[in-house]
């Protein structure tokens, strides 16, 4: 005992070391992730790309400055005023173009009422692009303030997908502050509750933040190679309150029953580390099993929220099987410093008691098992049924942070009626021989088209070459470079062709456009057999996105389920328990994703949560992401019940005894555990960013499903069902030999 004491405090000491080494980086490690999204090789990467390298477009990168309160562009006082800001963006570092009324004289620029807009292009960097975002904010707002002494209701605003993602990081960094300052508090109250001591407390908390700190420092020195998303600063705080806290609760329990039992402080943190550890790791690879089935997603997104899962699940069963018997070993019986006065009575005793009510409740459900599933099954099955009726498409209305200037400016657009510019679909058309500027043939070919798509009623205006010099090819000739450059490959073989739709076309219809355009193809749309075409931009993004998770989502579920029976065949040596649990959990993930289209596609209620009415349809990244961390999450509960009542039959008890026996050794801290989780869960759900809203809600209703029905009710009734097929072929055989063995 003494042997194993002393090495596992020198691997607590290279732990700590390492976390404290790494708890610098976690400091801002936001400002390395991205808030744009990435989806690697699709058709609309593509377009970024050939625009890129192909034509050498100064607007592959661009934002729009929607400009407010000027005399018109047409007047020469207002134009002088347009003309001072344009200059004043030319001189910025990092703007590679600046075009505006005063380049094209294009009613476009004008929009409803006196306001303009200036579309600004921005070069590509070694950091983020977003970063010059902050940089344009501070010349607009001096702009302005240079401006208002002569016009004192000017005002210069960004938006475009640059600046909105950048806002958005903005949202999705408030969100995890709030989220904390209410989590914290909510979850020190609940470890209180369940341990009846200050210190006892604290060291669960502690974990958890710990697991945070050191995910964020990892991923943020990860963001300087690979594209890591923003969602990682959510999903990191999320689950490591969630795990961390939980996984430290079932170390600090077991050695306070060790405790109690008689053992000292060294002696029963050991017990506590080989009793807890081996559940600690199948519970945790269970878990890392989902999130590095997220990996074979070729989106940012959902890349990103695959390597935080990973590492905070990985961090937290490490701190927990290493630091914490550590200093679980130093306090010993001191672990109950600071004791609440609502707990009087010893820990063994309150234990007893919690116990004796849990025992009495097992024995009803293994006299009644029949009953008990049906009674507790039937409502999930129903609500599971809504899950039929999941909408992944883009939901309606503006979900967008409402306080952002960037959000502010793209509704000064629509007022303007040229939300088109952000939203376009950007066409690149490539002719098989023609030379687009210099045969009839390859011009008429681009004139056709643009003509056609702009007599689409989804179209509210089309901006190509031909367009641009009014159908003239002649006219090439006076284009500026930047303007040819935009609009023709170096080849003269590819044009692009900016597809503005009209204002009250929703985002739905857009990647339906998106898709029909790409469906009939080039060939039928010019009439030139052997051209190409490929669509890009936003809503084409929306449009591959959606398309990749449609396609991921059937082999993800096949990689999760199959890795994490796997697991639990490794874990428990029984076929039954390993189905029974996998089955379970597809139960909870289904009725979780039931009250999810009921909450927020259908808007039951959703106006408790800042939607009244509901959105409609749910992100296409919810139903994936939500799947592969309620499985594994919900698997914790299964593998600390199934491991004690295992523990009970391998004493000597059977069936009918085992079964309470080891809901009173688990249901305690399975609903302390569970109510931690929905806490931290459900915290999220009330900030401003729609997409965490969601993934929220589902965990904590995943989480609230699976504590209460499934594993105090449905999962101990089919284990006495069951009987002794529970642990075929091996798990109770082995279980009596790993017994013996201990006791030698």
Not at 224 to 239: D, E, G, K, P
Request: hydrophobic letters at 50%; proline letters at 5%.
């Amino acid at each position: 005992m003494g042997i194993v004491h002393v090495r596992r405090f020198w691997v607590a000491g290279v732990v700590l070391a390492a976390v404290v080494a790494l708890l610098p980086f976690s400091f801002h490690a936001e400002r390395h992730l991205e808030t744009a999204t990435r989806v690697e090789g699709s058709e609309a990467e593509t377009v970024q790309q050939e625009l890129a390298s192909r034509f050498h477009s100064p607007f592959v990168n661009r934002v729009v400055l929607v400009i407010e309160g000027l005399p018109s562009v047409d007047s020469d006082e207002g134009s002088q005023a347009l003309a001072t800001i344009v200059a004043n963006l030319k001189e910025e570092p990092g703007v590679t173009a600046v075009v505006s009324y005063l380049d094209l004289h294009d009613p476009i620029f004008l929009g409803k009422g006196s306001r303009t807009f200036v579309l600004v292009g921005l070069a590509p960097t070694s950091s983020p692009l977003e970063s010059l975002v902050p940089i344009l904010h501070g010349r607009a707002h001096s702009l302005e303030n240079q401006l208002r002494s002569r016009y004192p209701a000017v005002k210069l605003e960004l938006t475009g997908e640059l600046p909105l993602n950048f806002d958005i990081r903005k949202a999705s960094a408030d969100d995890v502050q709030h989220a904390e300052s209410l989590v914290i508090p909510a979850t020190l109250a609940l470890l209180l509750v369940a341990f009846g001591s200050i210190v006892a407390a604290l060291i669960p908390l502690a974990v958890g933040q710990l697991a945070i700190a050191t995910t964020l420092a990892i991923t943020g020195l990860l963001a300087s190679r690979w594209h890591l998303s923003i969602l990682v600063q959510n999903i990191a705080t999320m689950l490591g309150l969630g795990l961390g806290i939980d996984y430290a609760l079932l170390m600090v329990s077991r050695f306070r029953e060790a405790l109690s039992a008689g053992h000292d402080g060294p002696a029963a943190s050991v017990i506590a580390a080989r009793q807890a550890g081996r559940t600690l790791l199948i519970s945790a690879s269970t878990v890392a099993i989902g999130f590095l089935a997220l990996l074979t997603v070729p989106i940012s997104e959902i890349r990103s929220i695959g390597v935080a899962g990973v590492l905070v699940a990985g961090m937290s069963v490490l701190l927990a099987n290493t630091l914490v018997p550590a200093v679980l070993a130093l306090l010993g019986p001191r672990i109950n410093i600071g004791r609440m006065p609502f707990t009087p009575r010893l820990d063994a005793d309150r234990a007893a008691r919690t116990g004796n009510r849990w025992r009495r409740w097992g024995k009803v459900i293994v006299a009644h098992p029949w009953l008990a599933v049906f009674l507790a099954g039937a409502p999930l099955l129903l609500l599971s049924w809504q899950a039929a009726r999941l909408d992944t498409s883009l939901p309606r209305g503006d979900w967008l942070p409402r306080a952002a200037e960037s959000v502010h400016a793209l509704h000064t657009l629509e007022q303007m009626d040229r939300v088109g510019v952000v939203q376009s679909l950007r066409v690149i058309v490539e002719l098989p021989t023609n030379s687009i500027a210099q045969t009839d043939a390859g011009w008429n070919a681009i004139d056709r088209l643009s003509k056609r798509l702009a007599s689409d009623p989804r179209c509210d205006r089309v901006i190509s070459i031909t367009t641009i010099a009014e159908s003239d090819r002649s006219f090439l000739s006076n284009l500026s470079r930047e303007t040819r450059r935009t609009f023709l490959s170096s080849d003269g073989k590819a044009a692009l062709l900016e597809v503005l739709p009209k204002t009250s076309l929703s985002l739905r219809d857009q990647v339906d456009w998106v898709r029909e355009l790409r469906k009939t193809g080039a060939t039928a749309l010019t009439g030139v057999p052997g051209a190409t075409l490929i669509v890009g931009g936003i809503p084409a993004l929306n449009a591959d996105y959606q398309t990749i998770v449609g396609d991921h989502f059937a082999p993800i579920m096949a990689l999760v389920v199959g890795g994490t029976l796997v697991a639990l065949l490794a874990g428990f040596r029984s076929v039954f328990a390993a189905v029974k649990a996998i089955v379970l959990n597809l139960l909870s993930v289904a009725a979780s994703f039931g009250a999810l289209v009921l909450v927020f596609q259908d808007g039951h209620g959703s106006r408790f949560l800042g939607i009244p009415g509901g959105a409609g349809s749910i992100f296409p990244l919810v139903p994936i992401v939500a799947f592969a961390i309620v499985f594994g999450l919900s698997m914790d509960y299964e593998v600390f019940l199934v491991a004690r009542v295992l523990e009970a039959r391998r004493s000597g008890l059977g069936e009918v005894e085992a079964i309470p026996e080891g809901l009173a050794r688990t249901a305690g801290l399975i609903t302390s555990a569970a109510s931690i989780m929905i806490v931290v869960f459900a915290a999220f759900t009330f900030g401003s960013f729609l997409v965490v809203k969601m993934i929220g809600f589902t965990l904590a209703v995943a989480v609230l499903i699976d504590a209460t029905l499934v594993r105090i009710v449905i999962g101990p009734a089919l284990l006495r069902i069951a009987g002794d097929w529970n642990w075929w072929p091996g798990g109770l055989a082995t279980a009596r030999k790993e017994l013996l063995e201990s006791r030698k």
